[in-house]
T-cell receptor, first 113, second 112 residues
Framework: GESVGLHLPTLSVQEGDNSIINCAYS??????FIWYKQESGKGPQFIID?????DKRQGQRVTVLLNKTVKHLSLQIAATQPGDSAVYFC????????????FGKGTMLLVSP | DSGVTQTPKHLITATGQRVTLRCSPR?????VYWYQQSLDQGLQFLIQ???????AKGNILERFSAQQFPDLHSELNLSSLELGDSALYFC???????????FGPGTRLLVL
């Protein structure tokens, strides 16, 4: 079946830089998207979500952008800090979240001081 | 700390054995989800319970089963274990069916 895809890249940035993590999804019926952060030895932690009736949503230091035309989702982290180092997953769902989540494979973000 | 607790943190067992993983959801959450995370498959949804009833099923093997008890804690039973079942098993909970899922710290299962 269709699934969210991350090509498991590793993104290395310097502290203070802005980071952009990308996600391509293939299920055009998906209408709810979430970003999770997973630090080593811990469970995934909710960062931010967005519904398909929006194209941008901002949180604290994070912004999620949704481009439904090309089925692309991105997570922008401003002023990246060493504590942001983790694996980031995007996940998708249908029916405004009433269906189960499908996770991508993750992107490793490494932040150097 | 998400408020979701899982026990045990680590589990080492042999092929053919059966184990039970336990999850306590956040206070007030009615939904519990189980996920398996392995290096080759990523994070895979297994099963969801809502207020004691099975709500959705994902890629859960027939050798695996789960239940949610009246106090809302949940158990995932894994039987006839195989080497390939070695993975991290996460539980998540949410208030209802649609709300944000909060994950526990996971149980690392190693099958030898």
């Amino acid at each position: 079946g269709e699934s969210v895809g991350l090509h498991l890249p590793t993104l290395s940035v310097q502290e203070g830089d802005n980071s952009i993590i990308n996600c391509a999804y293939s299920n055009s019926a998906s209408d709810y998207f979430i970003w999770y952060k997973q630090e080593s030895g811990k469970g995934p932690q909710f960062i931010i979500d967005i519904r398909s009736n929006m194209d941008k949503r901002q949180g604290q230091r994070v912004t999620v952008l949704l481009n439904k035309t090309v089925k692309h989702l991105s997570l922008q982290i401003a002023a990246t800090q060493p504590g942001d180092s983790a694996v980031y997953f995007c996940a998708e769902s249908m029916n405004s979240g009433y269906s189960t989540l499908t996770f991508g494979k993750g992107t490793m973000l490494l932040v150097s001081p | 700390d998400s408020g979701v607790t899982q026990t045990p943190k680590h589990l080492i067992t042999a092929t053919g054995q059966r184990v039970t993983l336990r999850c306590s959801p956040r206070s007030g959450d009615l939904s519990v989800y189980w996920y398996q995370q392995s290096l080759d498959q990523g994070l895979q949804f297994l099963i969801q319970y809502y207020n004691g009833e099975e709500r959705a099923k994902g890629n859960i093997l027939e050798r695996f089963s789960a239940q949610q008890f009246p106090d809302l804690h949940s158990e995932l039973n894994l039987s006839s274990l195989e080497l390939g079942d070695s993975a991290l098993y996460f539980c998540a909970s949410s208030q209802g069916i649609q709300e944000t899922q909060y994950f526990g710290p996971g149980t690392r299962l190693l099958v030898l």
